[in-house]
């Protein structure tokens, strides 16, 4: 099956900074991989996708690399803020099953 | 739109009770899931299905057991609970499409 590893489990930035976080997936077939943002207490919530025949997808300070010869792909989120405080997590999907396999998330801490 | 609606938010459970939570989504979605997230890990499936009547187990499926006998209603039921099963389980739906809209979750403590 379907495994997703993410890297940092844990990441401080200063307001203003960079964020990036990495995944790497081992299954060729996946070809969407979706990135969703949990609050505290809440349910995680999509932020960001891509598809595999697509190299790098921008929203606002947001944006998604993929690999797809390497198997894997990034999320960078720019001129970070106190509210983008929260886990990530990444997401490799079958198409055929329409199953996602979950990273186990990074924690992003924005200090002021 | 409620979206995807779990019940209950909180629940305490005794070693070897049973236990159903509910998962109910209102836009008619064919794709249910159900996933549980320990602390510090990812998601982990539990069940899902594709369609009514269609259930397919996912990685964790011991000590569970689904129903989806309308388009609407996928709740996932728990007979003997077990410490091991403490847990937040998330309920998620999609059209079949990629993208996962998700219910707020249920935290479970088993004692």
């Known amino acids: 099956g379907e495994n997703v590893e993410q890297h940092p489990s844990t990441l401080s930035v200063q307001e203003g900074d960079s964020a990036v976080i990495k995944c790497t997936y081992s299954d060729s077939a996946s070809n969407y991989f979706p990135w969703y943002k949990q609050e505290l207490g809440k349910g995680p919530q999509l932020i960001i996708d891509i598809r595999s025949n697509v190299g790098e997808k921008k929203d606002q300070r947001i944006a998604v690399t993929l690999n797809k010869t390497a198997k894997h792909f990034s999320l960078h989120i720019t001129e970070t803020q106190p509210e983008d405080s929260a886990v990530y997590f990444c997401a490799a999907t079958d198409p055929h099953a329409g199953k996602s396999t979950f990273g186990d998330g990074t924690t992003l801490t924005v200090k002021p | 739109n409620a979206g995807v609606t779990q019940t209950p938010k909180f629940r305490i459970l005794k070693i070897g009770q049973s236990m159903t939570l509910q998962c109910t989504q209102d836009m008619n979605h064919n794709y249910m899931y159900w996933y549980r997230q320990d602390p510090g890990m990812g998601l982990k499936l539990i069940y899902y299905?594709?369609?009514?009547?269609?259930?397919d187990k996912g990685e964790v499926p011991n000590g569970y057991n689904v129903s989806r006998s309308t388009t609407e209603d996928f709740p996932l039921r728990l007979e003997l609970a077990a410490p091991s099963q403490t847990s937040v389980y998330f309920c998620?739906?999609?059209?079949?499409?990629?993208?996962?809209?998700f219910g707020q979750g249920t935290r479970l403590t088993v004692v």
């Open positions: 299905s594709v369609g009514a009547g269609i259930t």
């Open positions: 998620a739906s999609n059209a079949g499409g990629p993208a996962a809209f």
